[in-house]
């Protein structure tokens, strides 16, 4: 018996053309080869599977006991084999009850999500969405095993590695906010030295007393004065609308905070670039249609949102 990895699978392919039209010609026309191509396919296949396969007869050629006996398993192999190659079926969102699982830090689960749910529910009520927190280091591994459909954040933060496939979703700039008694309110624009002056609250979910803007003053030789750390943005609007504190955070999410309690805006005095929100999922996924169709619908509920104010 001959061993697999010695065996021409395009054989089978030939075998089953042969069985079908049990004559070389008609065989070879089939398949799109010349006679002589075919009789010499016929001959390697006696060989590999050491029988004759198709003998002649007074009424013409007949299959050997054991070509009937392998037409049907070499029929199953090939129609496994085409729908293998095939392109995979279109997802049917209706239908489907999928579940998916997107990573996100709590900023994203407050602009993403409502809109997101709402759009999904729509289409596909039957669809499972787990939404969890993103963990660091990079959860690598959970997008390559299929624990983690997609991740979304701050591509500066998140820092994926570069055989990951990464789409932008839409850009955010860091802003101020405070509550509308706030005597920061009195003047026109925040000075530096006001700024640093000022009781600070942080939104840190790994409990350092540093980010984005701590960094870029400690580069300076500055530093600002930190009152409060809080893990989360769930609590920040609450807290900022009845202390003193300021906080320094996304721009489009204070607006969403200054809509649930009474808190305003303020340019932030520092000269920070824009940083770009991503969606990261691994190439393995990429192809699959239930997953293209739920990266389609975060990327039609980011580009829904509200460019960020010149203010």
């Known amino acids: 018996m001959p061993e697999l990895r010695n065996f021409d699978l395009n054989l089978l392919v030939a075998f089953d053309l042969l069985m079908q039209e049990q004559n070389v010609s008609r065989a070879a026309e089939r398949m799109f ?9 016929l001959q390697r296949l006696r060989q590999q599977l050491d029988d004759p396969l198709l003998v002649k007869t007074s009424t013409g050629m007949k299959p050997t006991d054991r070509a009937l006996a392998l037409i049907d398993p070499v029929r199953i192999v090939l129609r496994e084999v085409e729908r293998l190659l095939h392109a995979p079926e279109d ?3 209706d239908k489907s009850q999928r579940r998916f699982v997107i990573a996100a ?3 994203m689960e407050v602009l993403v999500l409502p809109a997101l749910v709402e759009l999904i529910t729509r289409q596909a009520p039957n669809v499972v969405i787990h939404f969890k927190r993103t ?3 990079f959860p690598e591994s959970e997008l390559e095993h299929s624990e983690l459909d997609v991740v979304l954040g701050f591509e500066a933060i998140l820092k994926p590695a570069g055989y990951l496939i990464s789409e932008k979703l839409f850009d955010d700039r860091v802003t101020c906010l405070v509550s509308r008694s706030h005597p920061a ?3 026109v624009r925040l000075t530096l030295d006001e700024y640093l002056s000022m009781r600070h609250m942080l939104i840190s979910r790994t ?3 540093v980010g984005v803007i701590d960094e870029w003053l400690a580069e300076k030789g500055l530093e600002r004065r930190i009152a409060l750390i809080v893990p989360h943005f769930l609590s920040a609007p609450l807290i900022v609308a009845k202390t003193d504190l300021l906080l320094s955070l996304p721009e489009r999410i204070a607006r ?3 809509g649930l309690a009474p808190l305003s ?4 005095p520092i000269d920070l670039p824009v940083y770009e929100l991503v969606m990261i999922w691994h190439p393995l996924r990429e192809n699959d249609p239930a997953h293209r169709w739920l990266r389609h619908q975060i990327l039609t509920v980011c580009q829904t949102l509200d460019e960020p104010s010149n203010a």
């Open 33 to 41: 080869v010349g006679q002589s191509a075919m009789s010499h396919i």
């Open 91 to 93: 997802f049917d969102p």
């Open 105 to 107: 830090t709590d900023y």
């Open 135 to 137: 963990e660091l280091p």
């Open 185 to 187: 309110n009195e003047g």
């Open 207 to 209: 409990g350092t007393r």
């Open 256 to 258: 969403q905070f200054v």
């Open 265 to 268: 805006i303020l340019p932030v």
